[in-house]
């Protein structure tokens, strides 16, 4: 099992919990909107770190957007299984020709 699957297993069994026992329970528990808007937080600051290049604090930052990734598609009832098999699913296309197909 990945660090990412343990993670997100972590994500899963903490909704529903008591929101002082957990950041991720808060977080949930504040809703989709809020968990979205943190992972929007977090995507901008991994952003400023690329930029900057420093290699370890965006290494860091990145951590907090899969982190926040998982916890804002928790919010929403998507499973990293369920983002697993669209990556599996794109796998062996082309990005510009998937990117053309969604725009159809």
């Known amino acids: 099992m990945s660090a990412l699957d343990r993670l997100a ?3 899963a069994a903490r909704k529903g919990a008591d929101p002082d026992s957990s950041w991720t329970a808060k977080l949930l528990a504040k809703g989709p909107d809020k968990c979205a808007e943190k992972f929007g937080e977090e ?3 991994a952003v400023i770190e690329a930029v900057k290049g420093d290699r ?4 860091s930052e990145a951590a907090d957007v899969l982190y926040h990734l998982l916890v804002m598609c928790a919010a929403r009832d998507v499973s990293l299984a369920e983002i697993e098999a669209e990556l599996a699913r794109r ?3 082309s990005g510009l020709e998937e990117k053309a197909a969604r725009k159809g």
Do not use: M, N, S
């Open 9 to 11: 297993a972590t994500i």
């Open 91 to 93: 796998e062996g296309t």
């Open 56 to 59: 370890a604090r965006l290494t």
């Open 43 to 45: 995507a901008i600051e």
